[in-house]
């Protein structure tokens, strides 16, 4: 069965960096987009950006231009999120998906000084 | 960026009744619309995609129309695992942008 298992909850200080990890099973994982998404505690979902996991090609809500960054090892069928220069409007449950039919249980991150 | 507007912010209703939720965006996303469910704690879940497309697994009392700026998803009868928050998500424009979401409460 076609699975996302996310890495575990983070607690960053503000400027700090997080990598979320995102990693497939029960599919081929370069056949299906991966997109990322978030929510804050209590508000709505948020999309964050796109990558194709077979070219490697990525796309990025203008939002977090320049300070979010999707990659992918398809060695073993993982993607990954990394956002840089946090801040505390970041906190929040980040989800990725696969073609938005499949999700990930969320990683909370949390940027607290 | 495209702003989709989610209407009422909240429905109380009761098991047996029917739900009717709107989301209407800032200009057309032509059929490019789709719904979601979302549970506390959970990850949302994919409804109805294309505006009027059931997602694999989803219940028949589920259904989406509309086209254009105004769409609407419909519980023909709502059963006790139907109580949620519902968004909505154009995918027809970047970025993507969902709605800020109905509550269905129980009455």
């Known amino acids: 069965q076609v699975q996302l298992v996310q890495s575990g909850a983070e607690v960053k200080k503000p400027g700090a960096s997080v990598k979320v990890s995102c990693k497939a099973s029960?599919?081929?994982?370069?056949?299906?987009?991966i997109n990322w998404v978030r929510q804050a505690t209590g508000q709505g979902l948020e999309w964050m950006g796109w990558?194709?996991?077979?070219?490697?090609?990525?796309g990025y809500a203008q939002k977090f231009q320049g300070r979010v960054t999707m990659t992918r090892n398809t060695s073993i069928s993982t993607a990954y999120m990394e956002l840089n220069s946090l801040r505390s409007e970041d906190t929040a449950v980040y989800f990725c998906?696969?073609?938005?039919?499949?999700w990930g249980q969320g990683s909370l991150v949390t940027v607290s000084s | 960026e495209i702003v989709l507007t989610q209407s009422p912010a909240t429905l109380s209703l009761s098991p047996g009744e029917r739900a009717t939720l709107s989301c209407r965006a800032s200009?057309?996303?032509?059929?490019?619309l789709a719904w979601y469910q979302q549970k506390p704690g959970q990850a949302p879940r994919l409804l109805i995609y294309?505006?009027?497309h059931r997602a694999t697994g989803i219940p028949a009392r589920f259904s989406g129309s509309g086209s254009g700026t105004d769409f609407t998803l419909s519980i023909s009868s709502l059963e006790p695992e139907d109580f949620a928050v519902y968004y909505c998500q154009q995918r027809s424009n970047w970025p993507l942008t969902f709605g800020g979401g109905t509550k269905v409460e129980i009455k």
């Open positions: 294309d505006a009027s």
């Open positions: 200009q057309s996303v032509g059929s490019y």
């Open positions: 029960g599919y081929t994982f370069t056949s299906y987009d």
């Open positions: 998906t696969r073609t938005w039919d499949y």
């Open positions: 990558m194709n996991p077979n070219s490697g090609n990525t």
